[in-house]
């Protein structure tokens, strides 16, 4: 099975931009569809942002639309979160997630998940 670990996060002022990365290990990243998950503090975890095994469908929650970019390459074993123009309510552990997937399209329910990394943005 595959192994997820994510990377990136930080302490960033409103308004900024971060990239976080989710290395994958184990298994080929190009065998899952991938997403993005975040958790801030009291509050349950949400769907951000999801990517098809093939790159071509891409979907986002409302609430990143527009600020937030997901990519992957499957020659680095890598998914990327581009994130600008943050703001301080996307302060959250931020954790990559996969799924075997049954067609080329973007999944709702993973299987697979890393442990996190904590993005916090000042106001």
């Known amino acids: 099975q595959v192994q997820l670990v994510e990377s990136g996060g930080g302490l960033v002022q409103a308004g900024g931009s971060l990239r976080l990365s989710c290395a994958a290990s184990?298994?080929?990243?190009?065998?899952?569809?991938l997403g993005w998950f975040r958790q801030g503090p009291g509050l349950e975890r949400e769907f951000v942002a999801g990517?098809?095994?093939?790159?071509?469908?891409?979907a986002y929650a409302n609430s990143v639309k527009g600020r937030f970019t997901i990519s992957r390459d499957n020659a680095k074993n890598t998914v990327y979160l581009q994130m600008n123009s943050v703001k301080p309510e996307d302060t959250a552990v931020y954790l990559c997630?996969?799924?075997?997937?049954?067609?080329?399209?973007?999944?709702?329910?993973?299987?697979?998940w890393g442990r996190g990394t904590q993005v916090t943005i000042s106001s």
């Open positions: 990517i098809s095994w093939s790159g071509d469908s891409r």
């Open positions: 997630a996969a799924v075997t997937p049954d067609s080329d399209s973007v999944v709702s329910v993973y299987d697979y």
């Open positions: 184990g298994r080929p990243l190009s065998d899952y569809a």
